[in-house]
């Protein structure tokens, strides 16, 4: 990210997790909806099925450890809309999810806290994946501006919503930052507002 917030490029290694329907719960469970901090939500992500696969989930896997772009499939942080999902993500180090289709409250979510969310049609998805788990040390560069995503010699061409991709250029994602940058124009709507101001004596 830039200092002004932009963000144009991700750069980094993947993590492929494969599956359809992968839902906010497999993402991050509900009894973690109790943590009074997002920070502490990274090493909880996936962690039941991490158990129940006994160290066999990619998150497990050494091959993957450090990896910043999540390679998913279909419908991907389908149901509940909670937050805490795209943040366990960010605090396990994912800064951009490439899949083939995703959740839109999901999606949504992570925008809000900076995470480009591009798709693939489900055969370059494949290819990617493939890629990543036969040469977990592809460097994988995106461009977040134009959509390109190249992975060692391989490139695609993957697609970002107009108006949320202008938002991470400009830097105007971070809803937050914009509104504390906002303090008197926010003063000045408070004071001109009659419910607040006080009605017109008649």
């Not at 469970?29 to 939500?41: D, N, W």
């Not at 390109?148 to 937050?176: C, H, K, M, N």
């Amino acid at each position: 990210m830039a200092d002004d917030g932009r963000i144009t490029h991700v750069a980094g290694t993947g993590v492929p997790v494969r599956g359809n329907d992968i839902d906010t719960d497999r993402i991050i469970p509900a009894r973690y909806l109790r943590e009074i901090t997002f920070e502490t939500l990274g090493p909880h992500a996936f962690e039941d099925e991490r158990r129940q696969l006994n160290g066999k989930h990619p998150f497990d896997d050494a091959r993957f450890t450090g990896a910043s772009v999540l390679v998913v499939n279909r419908n991907f942080g389908s149901g509940s809309s909670r937050e805490h999902a795209p943040q366990a993500l960010m605090h396990r180090g994912i800064k951009a999810i490439v899949g083939e289709s995703f959740a839109e409250i999901f999606f949504g979510n992570c925008t809000t806290i900076g995470i480009p969310c591009l798709t693939l049609p489900a055969t370059q998805i494949e290819s990617l994946q493939s890629l990543i788990e036969e040469a977990p040390e592809t460097a994988l560069a995106i461009d977040v501006g134009s959509g390109a995503i190249t992975a060692g010699q391989a490139t695609y061409q993957a697609e970002l919503p107009a108006s949320v991709r202008e938002a991470f250029v400009s830097g105007e994602w971070d809803a937050l930052s914009s509104l504390l940058e906002s303090g008197d124009a926010i003063s000045a709507v408070h004071d001109r507002l009659p419910y607040i101001s006080g009605w017109p004596a008649r």
